[in-house]
C-alpha cells in the first residue's frame, strides 16, 4: 500500500491495475511509465532512479530492482 501510494504520487496517470502487475519490479514500471507518459526506454529508467534517489533507504526497499 505505502508502494502504491508513493507510485500514485509521482506518476499520476498510472492505474490501480498498472501497479497491481508490476509486483515490485522495475521493468514492469518501466513498461508502464512508457505506455501512460510515452517515455523512450532510457527516460522511464532515468525517471526511476530519480524517484528511488528522492526516497530514504528504507522505502527505495520497497522497490526491488530485477533487471
Not at 499520476?12 to 508490476?22: C, E, P, Q, R, V
Not at 510515452?38 to 527505495?60: K, L, N, P, R
Request: aromatic content about 8%.
Amino acid at each position: 500500500a505505502e508502494l502504491q501510494s508513493h507510485l500514485k504520487q509521482r506518476w499520476g496517470k498510472l492505474s490501480d491495475d498498472d501497479i497491481a502487475k508490476m509486483s515490485g519490479k522495475q521493468d514492469e514500471l518501466v513498461v508502464a511509465l512508457r505506455e501512460r507518459y510515452g517515455y523512450a526506454e532510457a527516460q522511464a529508467v532515468m525517471e526511476i532512479q530519480h524517484w528511488i534517489s528522492d526516497f530514504d533507504s528504507d522505502a527505495a526497499r520497497l522497490f526491488n530492482d530485477d533487471r
